[in-house]
T-cell receptor
């Protein structure tokens, strides 16, 4: 199976609610990155969190990293219809490659 | 700064042909990586170049190759196209090698193989 696996596979919420997506991985990493993709377009970088960091914030986004559990979570607060997209976590293996998870499809209903 | 650009945006080829895709990184970025995205396999890493040298390679057959020029622009070539090569091909650039920093993605090239 893939290095990074996200859950849930799909999430449907109402505008204004919070959305939480989780990512698990298997091997040691240099960093973990979260991306958003709208309808088969290019990926937009959201947050990069390094292996020695536990939490990072960017606007309405909050990312946590637990290296002991090999997991990360992305929280989007006060979601908007424009947040509707696919979200991917990607793990950067030391000097090796960037491995993407299967993604979470988020739908925010207005 | 201008973002990562990819050309062409859309491409239709037939089986057996070859194709070359181009990627221009953000000015000053020396690392370029390539990815294939398909509904079945998701996003898969193809290769990474830094300062004209291939640093890492994913698990793809030798039909997939690439190169990087002295101005950091990169090209990816796929020879003897197969139906399964139909995909969105994305490139990304970064200021540092080996994915230690943020990757900035281009809009992608949609390749259809008939």
């Amino acid at each position: 199976s893939q290095q990074g696996e996200e859950d849930p596979q799909a999430l449907s919420i109402q505008e204004g609610e919070n959305a939480t997506m989780n990512c698990s991985y298997k091997t040691s990493i240099n960093n973990l990155q979260w991306y958003r993709q709208n309808s088969g377009r290019g990926l937009v970088h959201l947050i990069l969190i390094r292996s020695n960091e536990r939490e990072k914030h960017s606007g309405r986004l909050r990312v946590t990293l637990d290296t002991s559990k090999k997991s990360s979570s992305l929280l989007i607060t006060a979601s908007r219809a424009a947040d509707t997209a696919s979200y991917f976590c990607a793990t950067a293996l030391y000097g090796n490659k960037l491995v993407f998870g299967a993604g979470t499809i988020l739908r925010v209903k207005s | 700064k201008a973002g990562v650009t990819q050309t062409p945006r859309y491409l239709i080829k037939t089986r057996g042909q070859q194709v070359t895709l181009s990627c221009s990184p953000i000015s000053g970025h020396r690392s370029v990586s390539w990815y294939q995205q398909t509904p079945g396999q998701g996003l898969q890493f193809l290769f990474e170049y830094f300062s004209e040298t291939q640093r890492n390679k994913g698990n793809f057959p030798g039909r997939f190759s690439g190169r990087q020029f002295s101005n950091s622009r990169s090209e990816m070539n796929v020879s003897t196209l197969e139906l399964g090569d139909s995909a969105l091909y994305l490139c990304a650039s970064s200021s540092s090698p080996s994915f230690t920093d943020t990757q900035y993605f281009g809009p992608g090239t949609r390749l259809t193989v008939l």
